[in-house]
């Protein structure tokens, strides 16, 4: 999709947007160049796939992508307002392999051994992500794929430190402060466990080999690489005053 029609859409269906926060995230992440989705995928080698789940979807961007790539693709997100957004792209673009649902990580809807993969980029931090990673092995098949990425304790330093995107409706310093909070409480209160935290690569492989996952990669985010013919522009530090900022994983169910 060229620029000029993305700009068209942004115009068209940007304006249902309710937020300012959220109206420049839906700018930002939809003028990107279709490139900047499709090469990450093709990186990591999903394509040719028959049932894709992109788990919290928001606006749909990877949704897209994947789309162009593999057979199916079932998308979800929590937020209504998001998923209305994606679905009026779907429509403008008569895009016909893509099903759009409201949908909870941490109880999909879905019946086991159903997806030949799963793709999650940089939400399963904000859910409980032990209950989101228990269920991603319940309704991938045998050898399925799991792929997502998420923020370290780097990342949050980094907010706290640079504040990069703060709007007039949501303060990034603010929200890193609350992360900090929350991952104290879970980690040494015993507390039931609750959304927004940091990970850890320790803590995130001992969850996956738990729920019945073999770790296939764990890296800095965008340094997954399987097919050598993709190469890409790293939009992240690995790490940000020596600590663990934002990664990636791929896993296979056993």
Same mark, same amino acid.
């Given at each position: 999709? =060229?620029?000029?029609?993305?700009?068209?859409? +942004?115009?068209?269906?940007?304006?249902?947007?309710?937020?300012?926060?959220?109206?420049?995230?839906?700018?930002?992440?939809?003028?990107?160049?279709?490139?900047?989705?499709?090469?990450?995928?093709?990186?990591?080698?999903?394509?040719?796939?028959?049932?894709?789940?992109?788990?919290?979807? *928001?606006? *749909?961007?990877?949704? @897209?992508?994947?789309?162009?790539?593999?057979?199916?693709?079932?998308?979800?997100?929590?937020?209504?307002?998001?998923?209305?957004?994606?679905?009026?792209?779907?429509?403008?673009?008569?895009?016909?392999?893509? #099903?759009?649902?409201?949908?909870?990580?941490?109880?999909?809807?879905?019946? !086991?051994?159903?997806?030949?993969?799963? @793709?999650?980029?940089?939400?399963?931090?904000? #859910?409980?992500?032990?209950?989101?990673?228990?269920?991603?092995?319940?309704?991938?098949?045998?050898? *399925?794929?799991?792929?997502?990425?998420?923020?370290?304790?780097?990342?949050?330093?980094?907010?706290?430190?640079?504040?990069? =995107?703060?709007?007039?409706?949501?303060?990034?310093?603010?929200?890193? &402060?609350?992360? @900090?909070? %929350?991952?104290?409480?879970?980690?040494?209160?015993?507390?039931?466990?609750? !959304?927004?935290?940091?990970?850890?690569?320790?803590?995130?492989?001992? +969850?996956?080999?738990?729920? *019945? @996952?073999?770790?296939?990669?764990?890296?800095?985010?965008?340094?997954?690489?399987?097919?050598?013919? +993709?190469?890409?522009?790293?939009?992240?530090?690995? #790490?940000?005053?020596?600590?663990? %900022?934002?990664?990636?994983? &791929?896993?296979?169910?056993?």
């Amino acid at each position: 999709m =060229n620029k000029s029609k993305k700009i068209n859409i +942004i115009l068209k269906i940007g304006n249902a947007i309710r937020s300012k926060k959220d109206y420049e995230y839906f700018e930002r992440i939809f003028l990107k160049e279709d490139s900047f989705y499709l090469d990450r995928i093709k990186r990591i080698n999903y394509t040719g796939l028959g049932k894709v789940l992109d788990a919290g979807c *928001g606006y *749909g961007q990877w949704s @897209f992508a994947l789309s162009k790539l593999n057979k199916k693709v079932y998308a979800i997100d929590i937020d209504t307002e998001r998923i209305n957004i994606a679905k009026k792209i779907c429509e403008y673009e008569s895009i016909k392999n893509i #099903t759009f649902d409201k949908g909870n990580l941490e109880k999909l809807q879905y019946e !086991n051994n159903y997806f030949d993969c799963i @793709f999650s980029y940089s939400v399963i931090y904000q #859910t409980n992500y032990i209950k989101s990673i228990k269920e991603f092995g319940r309704v991938l098949k045998k050898n *399925g794929l799991l792929y997502f990425s998420t923020n370290g304790i780097g990342w949050y330093i980094y907010n706290l430190i640079k504040k990069p =995107n703060s709007s007039d409706d949501f303060n990034t310093r603010k929200y890193a &402060l609350k992360v @900090f909070l %929350n991952s104290f409480f879970n980690r040494f209160r015993s507390i039931k466990k609750v !959304n927004d935290v940091y990970m850890t690569k320790m803590n995130t492989i001992y +969850i996956l080999k738990k729920y *019945g @996952f073999k770790i296939l990669k764990i890296k800095p985010e965008g340094s997954i690489k399987l097919n050598n013919d +993709i190469n890409i522009e790293r939009i992240y530090c690995p #790490t940000y005053m020596g600590l663990t %900022n934002v990664f990636e994983v &791929l896993a296979q169910k056993r």
